[in-house]
Protein backbone atom coordinates (compact mmCIF):
# COMPACT_ATOMS: atom_id res chain seq x y z
CA UNK A 1 0.00 0.00 0.00
CA UNK A 2 1.18 3.77 -0.76
CA UNK A 3 1.28 6.57 1.70
CA UNK A 4 -0.64 9.98 1.01
CA UNK A 5 0.75 11.51 3.84
CA UNK A 6 4.11 11.76 5.10
CA UNK A 7 5.52 13.75 7.56
CA UNK A 8 8.61 13.79 9.65
CA UNK A 9 9.56 15.51 12.20
CA UNK A 10 7.40 18.16 12.02
CA UNK A 11 7.33 21.03 14.78
CA UNK A 12 4.99 24.56 14.88
CA UNK A 13 5.15 27.43 17.52
CA UNK A 14 2.96 30.07 17.51
CA UNK A 15 4.13 32.86 19.55
CA UNK A 16 7.00 31.27 21.19
CA UNK A 17 4.62 28.33 22.47
CA UNK A 18 5.44 25.08 20.99
CA UNK A 19 1.85 23.41 19.67
CA UNK A 20 3.61 20.49 17.91
CA UNK A 21 7.02 18.70 18.64
CA UNK A 22 8.60 16.06 16.36
CA UNK A 23 5.57 14.91 15.06
CA UNK A 24 6.05 11.86 12.86
CA UNK A 25 3.18 10.49 10.90
CA UNK A 26 2.20 8.12 7.95
CA UNK A 27 -1.32 7.69 5.83
CA UNK A 28 -1.98 5.14 3.59
CA UNK A 29 -4.29 5.47 1.17
CA UNK A 30 -7.61 4.17 0.82
CA UNK A 31 -8.18 4.97 4.91
CA UNK A 32 -11.01 6.78 7.33
CA UNK A 33 -8.54 8.26 10.12
CA UNK A 34 -9.97 9.52 13.35
CA UNK A 35 -7.91 12.26 14.55
CA UNK A 36 -8.58 12.46 18.36
CA UNK A 37 -8.06 14.96 20.85
CA UNK A 38 -8.75 17.64 22.96
CA UNK A 39 -9.53 21.33 22.23
CA UNK A 40 -6.50 22.76 21.60
CA UNK A 41 -4.88 19.94 21.69
CA UNK A 42 -2.97 21.04 17.75
CA UNK A 43 -5.92 19.26 15.44
CA UNK A 44 -6.27 22.01 13.09
CA UNK A 45 -3.27 23.34 13.51
CA UNK A 46 -2.11 19.79 12.04
CA UNK A 47 -4.56 20.34 9.41
CA UNK A 48 -3.52 23.42 8.53
CA UNK A 49 0.20 22.40 8.48
CA UNK A 50 -0.81 19.85 6.07
CA UNK A 51 -2.55 21.95 3.46
CA UNK A 52 0.34 24.58 3.76
CA UNK A 53 -1.64 27.35 5.04
CA UNK A 54 0.59 27.40 7.93
CA UNK A 55 4.23 26.61 7.72
CA UNK A 56 6.11 24.91 10.55
CA UNK A 57 10.01 23.30 10.48
CA UNK A 58 9.93 19.45 9.10
CA UNK A 59 8.90 17.93 6.37
CA UNK A 60 5.29 17.29 4.67
CA UNK A 61 4.69 14.65 2.11
CA UNK A 62 1.21 14.84 0.51
CA UNK A 63 1.37 12.52 -2.28
CA UNK A 64 5.04 12.50 -2.30
CA UNK A 65 4.99 15.74 -2.89
CA UNK A 66 6.71 17.72 0.04
CA UNK A 67 6.41 21.59 -2.12
CA UNK A 68 3.52 23.00 0.43
CA UNK A 69 2.27 24.89 -2.33
CA UNK A 70 1.38 22.05 -4.36
CA UNK A 71 -0.23 20.42 -1.32
CA UNK A 72 -3.49 21.97 -2.03
CA UNK A 73 -4.07 20.67 -5.44
CA UNK A 74 -4.30 17.00 -4.05
CA UNK A 75 -5.81 18.39 -0.58
CA UNK A 76 -9.68 19.01 0.38
CA UNK A 77 -10.12 20.51 3.48
CA UNK A 78 -13.13 21.91 4.85
CA UNK A 79 -13.03 25.81 4.57
CA UNK A 80 -14.92 27.50 7.30
CA UNK A 81 -15.89 29.80 4.26
CA UNK A 82 -14.91 33.00 6.09
CA UNK A 83 -13.60 34.51 3.18
CA UNK A 84 -17.51 34.98 1.42
CA UNK A 85 -19.70 37.41 2.29
CA UNK A 86 -22.81 36.51 4.50
CA UNK A 87 -25.36 38.06 1.09
CA UNK A 88 -23.37 35.37 -0.69
CA UNK A 89 -25.93 32.47 -2.49
CA UNK A 90 -24.35 28.55 -1.85
CA UNK A 91 -24.17 28.51 -5.75
CA UNK A 92 -22.25 31.93 -6.33
CA UNK A 93 -19.74 29.63 -3.47
CA UNK A 94 -20.53 26.75 -5.25
CA UNK A 95 -19.21 28.73 -8.52
CA UNK A 96 -16.34 29.78 -7.43
CA UNK A 97 -14.65 26.30 -5.88
CA UNK A 98 -14.82 25.01 -9.37
CA UNK A 99 -12.91 28.14 -10.80
CA UNK A 100 -10.13 27.56 -8.40
CA UNK A 101 -10.12 23.84 -8.40
CA UNK A 102 -9.64 22.42 -11.03
CA UNK A 103 -11.55 19.00 -9.45
CA UNK A 104 -14.63 20.20 -8.31
CA UNK A 105 -16.85 18.10 -10.13
CA UNK A 106 -20.22 19.46 -10.53
CA UNK A 107 -21.98 16.62 -11.00
CA UNK A 108 -20.50 15.41 -7.86
CA UNK A 109 -22.09 18.31 -6.58
CA UNK A 110 -25.55 18.30 -7.32
CA UNK A 111 -25.71 14.79 -6.15
CA UNK A 112 -24.33 15.45 -2.56
CA UNK A 113 -26.96 18.69 -2.10
CA UNK A 114 -29.60 16.52 -3.34
CA UNK A 115 -28.48 14.30 -0.72
CA UNK A 116 -27.80 16.39 2.39
CA UNK A 117 -31.02 18.66 1.10
CA UNK A 118 -28.80 22.00 0.73
CA UNK A 119 -30.82 24.60 -1.20
CA UNK A 120 -28.66 26.49 -3.02
CA UNK A 121 -30.48 29.27 -3.53
CA UNK A 122 -29.86 30.45 0.12
CA UNK A 123 -27.92 32.53 1.18
CA UNK A 124 -24.58 31.98 3.27
CA UNK A 125 -25.90 34.70 6.62
CA UNK A 126 -29.18 33.13 6.10
CA UNK A 127 -28.22 29.50 7.44
CA UNK A 128 -27.96 27.52 10.24
CA UNK A 129 -24.76 26.14 11.98
CA UNK A 130 -25.58 22.48 11.11
CA UNK A 131 -26.86 23.70 7.09
CA UNK A 132 -23.55 25.59 7.25
CA UNK A 133 -21.80 22.23 8.08
CA UNK A 134 -23.35 20.36 5.19
CA UNK A 135 -22.65 22.96 2.83
CA UNK A 136 -18.82 22.98 3.93
CA UNK A 137 -19.07 19.09 3.92
CA UNK A 138 -20.58 19.03 0.19
CA UNK A 139 -17.96 21.82 -1.13
CA UNK A 140 -15.36 19.34 0.43
CA UNK A 141 -16.62 16.34 -0.79
CA UNK A 142 -17.25 16.84 -4.40
CA UNK A 143 -13.75 17.47 -4.90
CA UNK A 144 -12.02 14.37 -6.04
CA UNK A 145 -8.71 15.10 -3.98
CA UNK A 146 -6.30 12.23 -2.89
CA UNK A 147 -6.56 13.26 0.95
CA UNK A 148 -9.80 14.94 2.39
CA UNK A 149 -9.32 16.75 5.29
CA UNK A 150 -12.24 17.15 7.76
CA UNK A 151 -11.94 18.84 10.86
CA UNK A 152 -14.87 18.45 13.18
CA UNK A 153 -17.80 18.27 11.00
CA UNK A 154 -20.14 17.21 13.74
CA UNK A 155 -20.15 20.10 16.17
CA UNK A 156 -23.05 21.63 17.07
CA UNK A 157 -24.61 19.58 14.74
CA UNK A 158 -28.12 17.75 15.28
CA UNK A 159 -28.13 13.86 14.90
CA UNK A 160 -30.25 13.49 11.83
CA UNK A 161 -28.09 15.38 9.96
CA UNK A 162 -24.74 13.91 11.86
CA UNK A 163 -26.11 10.72 10.22
CA UNK A 164 -26.21 11.68 6.75
CA UNK A 165 -22.92 13.66 6.83
CA UNK A 166 -21.63 10.00 8.06
CA UNK A 167 -23.35 8.51 5.13
CA UNK A 168 -22.29 11.08 2.79
CA UNK A 169 -18.85 10.28 3.22
CA UNK A 170 -18.79 6.48 3.17
CA UNK A 171 -20.88 7.09 0.22
CA UNK A 172 -18.42 9.63 -1.84
CA UNK A 173 -14.52 8.87 -0.65
CA UNK A 174 -13.01 7.99 -3.71
CA UNK A 175 -12.05 4.36 -3.04
CA UNK A 176 -8.17 5.34 -2.53
CA UNK A 177 -8.53 8.38 -1.65
CA UNK A 178 -7.82 9.18 2.69
CA UNK A 179 -9.92 10.79 4.88
CA UNK A 180 -8.86 12.49 8.57
CA UNK A 181 -11.75 13.11 10.23
CA UNK A 182 -10.96 15.57 13.48
CA UNK A 183 -12.93 15.12 16.49
CA UNK A 184 -13.40 15.38 20.52
CA UNK A 185 -16.73 13.50 20.42
CA UNK A 186 -15.63 9.70 18.95
CA UNK A 187 -18.40 7.71 19.53
CA UNK A 188 -20.66 8.23 16.67
CA UNK A 189 -18.03 7.92 13.88
CA UNK A 190 -15.98 4.93 15.29
CA UNK A 191 -17.59 2.39 13.47
CA UNK A 192 -16.21 4.14 10.00
CA UNK A 193 -12.92 4.38 11.28
CA UNK A 194 -10.40 2.50 9.97
CA UNK A 195 -7.40 4.01 12.52
CA UNK A 196 -7.39 6.44 14.84
CA UNK A 197 -4.57 8.82 15.36
CA UNK A 198 -4.39 10.80 19.03
CA UNK A 199 -3.02 14.08 19.43
CA UNK A 200 -1.57 14.64 22.81
CA UNK A 201 1.40 16.27 25.14
CA UNK A 202 2.70 18.14 21.55
CA UNK A 203 2.64 14.81 19.50
CA UNK A 204 1.33 12.01 18.06
CA UNK A 205 0.43 9.87 21.09
CA UNK A 206 -0.94 6.94 19.53
CA UNK A 207 -2.04 5.55 15.92
CA UNK A 208 -3.75 2.04 15.58
CA UNK A 209 -5.98 0.46 13.96
CA UNK A 210 -9.73 0.52 15.70
CA UNK A 211 -10.34 -3.53 15.26
CA UNK A 212 -7.27 -4.02 16.59
CA UNK A 213 -7.45 -1.70 19.36
CA UNK A 214 -11.21 -3.16 20.16
CA UNK A 215 -9.37 -6.94 19.84
CA UNK A 216 -6.28 -6.65 21.68
CA UNK A 217 -8.20 -4.34 24.61
CA UNK A 218 -11.53 -5.54 24.09
CA UNK A 219 -12.76 -2.08 24.94
CA UNK A 220 -14.44 0.70 22.66
CA UNK A 221 -12.62 3.46 20.71
CA UNK A 222 -14.26 6.02 23.19
CA UNK A 223 -13.05 3.96 26.09
CA UNK A 224 -9.58 3.61 24.90
CA UNK A 225 -9.31 6.82 23.97
CA UNK A 226 -10.38 8.73 27.50
CA UNK A 227 -8.35 5.76 29.15
CA UNK A 228 -4.97 8.30 27.74
CA UNK A 229 -6.38 10.83 29.67
CA UNK A 230 -6.64 9.14 32.96
CA UNK A 231 -4.97 10.29 35.70
CA UNK A 232 -4.67 13.96 33.72
CA UNK A 233 -6.98 16.78 34.29
CA UNK A 234 -9.55 16.73 31.53
CA UNK A 235 -11.05 20.21 29.42
CA UNK A 236 -13.99 20.18 27.82
CA UNK B 1 -27.73 -1.48 12.61
CA UNK B 2 -26.28 -0.30 16.06
CA UNK B 3 -22.65 -1.82 16.47
CA UNK B 4 -21.04 -2.55 19.79
CA UNK B 5 -17.96 -0.52 20.15
CA UNK B 6 -15.31 -3.23 22.32
CA UNK B 7 -16.48 -5.69 19.25
CA UNK B 8 -14.13 -5.56 16.32
CA UNK B 9 -16.39 -4.02 13.82
CA UNK B 10 -16.00 -6.63 11.05
CA UNK B 11 -16.78 -9.32 13.45
CA UNK B 12 -20.27 -7.65 13.79
CA UNK B 13 -20.90 -7.77 9.94
CA UNK B 14 -19.54 -11.24 9.80
CA UNK B 15 -22.13 -12.09 12.82
CA UNK B 16 -25.02 -9.72 10.96
CA UNK B 17 -24.96 -11.52 7.93
CA UNK B 18 -24.82 -15.20 9.44
CA UNK B 19 -28.00 -14.20 10.91
CA UNK B 20 -29.65 -12.85 7.91
CA UNK B 21 -28.75 -16.01 6.23
CA UNK B 22 -29.68 -18.30 9.02
CA UNK B 23 -33.42 -16.22 9.07
CA UNK B 24 -33.68 -17.01 5.50
CA UNK B 25 -33.58 -13.04 4.41
CA UNK B 26 -30.30 -14.03 2.77
CA UNK B 27 -30.78 -17.53 0.84
CA UNK B 28 -28.12 -19.77 -0.85
CA UNK B 29 -27.11 -18.35 -3.88
CA UNK B 30 -28.76 -14.63 -3.35
CA UNK B 31 -26.40 -12.27 -4.14
CA UNK B 32 -25.53 -9.67 -1.68
CA UNK B 33 -25.49 -6.01 -2.07
CA UNK B 34 -22.06 -4.27 -3.72
CA UNK B 35 -20.03 -3.57 -0.83
CA UNK B 36 -20.29 0.22 -1.07
CA UNK B 37 -24.02 -0.21 -0.44
CA UNK B 38 -23.56 -2.68 2.41
CA UNK B 39 -21.21 -0.02 3.51
CA UNK B 40 -23.97 3.08 3.49
CA UNK B 41 -26.61 0.50 4.93
CA UNK B 42 -24.79 -0.57 7.97
CA UNK B 43 -23.09 2.49 8.34
CA UNK B 44 -19.72 1.12 8.52
CA UNK B 45 -16.27 1.63 6.66
CA UNK B 46 -15.94 0.06 2.95
CA UNK B 47 -12.69 -1.29 3.71
CA UNK B 48 -14.31 -3.15 6.83
CA UNK B 49 -17.09 -4.69 4.93
CA UNK B 50 -14.15 -6.02 2.35
CA UNK B 51 -12.90 -7.59 5.23
CA UNK B 52 -15.45 -9.37 6.79
CA UNK B 53 -16.65 -10.54 3.27
CA UNK B 54 -12.98 -11.03 1.94
CA UNK B 55 -12.76 -13.62 5.67
CA UNK B 56 -16.34 -15.44 4.72
CA UNK B 57 -15.18 -16.05 1.03
CA UNK B 58 -12.25 -17.72 2.82
CA UNK B 59 -14.59 -19.70 5.15
CA UNK B 60 -16.56 -20.59 2.38
CA UNK B 61 -19.91 -19.42 3.32
CA UNK B 62 -19.96 -16.54 0.12
CA UNK B 63 -18.37 -17.13 -3.17
CA UNK B 64 -17.28 -14.22 -4.90
CA UNK B 65 -17.78 -14.30 -8.88
CA UNK B 66 -14.98 -12.19 -10.42
CA UNK B 67 -16.84 -8.99 -12.12
CA UNK B 68 -20.25 -9.99 -10.51
CA UNK B 69 -20.07 -9.81 -6.91
CA UNK B 70 -20.12 -11.88 -3.91
CA UNK B 71 -22.87 -14.67 -3.29
CA UNK B 72 -24.32 -17.19 -0.95
CA UNK B 73 -22.99 -20.29 -0.69
CA UNK B 74 -25.28 -23.07 -2.73
CA UNK B 75 -23.68 -25.71 -0.48
CA UNK B 76 -26.02 -26.95 2.28
CA UNK B 77 -23.51 -28.81 4.14
CA UNK B 78 -21.47 -25.71 4.79
CA UNK B 79 -24.69 -23.86 5.42
CA UNK B 80 -25.56 -26.71 8.00
CA UNK B 81 -22.00 -26.41 9.66
CA UNK B 82 -22.36 -22.75 9.89
CA UNK B 83 -25.31 -23.22 11.43
CA UNK B 84 -23.77 -25.66 14.01
CA UNK B 85 -20.98 -23.54 14.56
CA UNK B 86 -23.55 -20.48 15.71
CA UNK B 87 -25.66 -22.45 17.97
CA UNK B 88 -22.41 -24.02 19.57
CA UNK B 89 -21.11 -20.65 19.89
CA UNK B 90 -23.99 -19.54 21.94
CA UNK B 91 -24.10 -23.02 23.56
CA UNK B 92 -20.75 -22.27 24.68
CA UNK B 93 -21.18 -19.03 26.17
CA UNK B 94 -24.54 -20.09 28.68
CA UNK B 95 -22.54 -23.36 29.48
CA UNK B 96 -19.59 -21.51 30.48
CA UNK B 97 -22.09 -18.88 32.36
CA UNK B 98 -23.88 -21.59 33.73
CA UNK B 99 -20.58 -23.28 35.09
CA UNK B 100 -19.35 -20.35 36.46
CA UNK B 101 -22.20 -20.57 38.97
CA UNK B 102 -21.16 -23.97 40.02
CA UNK B 103 -23.82 -25.95 38.51
CA UNK B 104 -23.09 -29.34 37.40
CA UNK B 105 -24.38 -30.43 33.86
CA UNK B 106 -27.46 -32.54 35.36
CA UNK B 107 -28.59 -29.01 36.95
CA UNK B 108 -27.58 -27.67 33.99
CA UNK B 109 -29.91 -29.54 31.58
CA UNK B 110 -32.56 -29.45 34.33
CA UNK B 111 -32.62 -25.72 34.44
CA UNK B 112 -32.33 -25.46 30.79
CA UNK B 113 -35.85 -27.41 30.53
CA UNK B 114 -37.33 -26.13 32.94
CA UNK B 115 -36.70 -22.42 31.45
CA UNK B 116 -38.02 -23.68 28.04
CA UNK B 117 -41.24 -25.01 29.74
CA UNK B 118 -41.62 -21.63 31.46
CA UNK B 119 -40.54 -19.75 28.53
CA UNK B 120 -42.99 -21.47 26.12
CA UNK B 121 -45.87 -21.34 28.16
CA UNK B 122 -44.92 -17.58 28.94
CA UNK B 123 -44.66 -16.56 25.22
CA UNK B 124 -48.23 -18.41 24.33
CA UNK B 125 -50.00 -16.31 27.34
CA UNK B 126 -48.24 -12.91 24.81
CA UNK B 127 -49.77 -14.18 21.81
CA UNK B 128 -52.96 -14.71 22.86
CA UNK B 129 -53.20 -11.60 24.92
Known sequence: MTNVLAINQLTYKHNLKTILKDVDLTLETGKIIGLLGENGAGKTTLMRLITGSAKGSGTIAVCGDSVAAHHKSHVSFTEQLRGFKPNTRIDRVANFYRTVYPDFDGQRFEELITFLQIDTSLKLGALSKGMKEKVVIALTLARQAQLYLLDEPFSGIDSMSRKRIISSIIKWKPEDATMVISDHYVSEIAPILDEVVIVKDQGIYAHKPSDAIREEFGIGIEAYYESLYEGGVKHD | ?129
Do not use: C, W
Not at chain 2, 87 to 100: G, I, N, P, S
Open chain 2, 1 to 129: MKFDDKIPIYYQIKNYLYHEMMTGALKPGDKLPAVRQLAVDLTVNVNTVQRALGEMITEGILESQRGKGNFVTMNEQRITRLKEQLVMEQLERVYEQLHALNLTDEQIITSLKQYIAQRGQRDDQRVSD
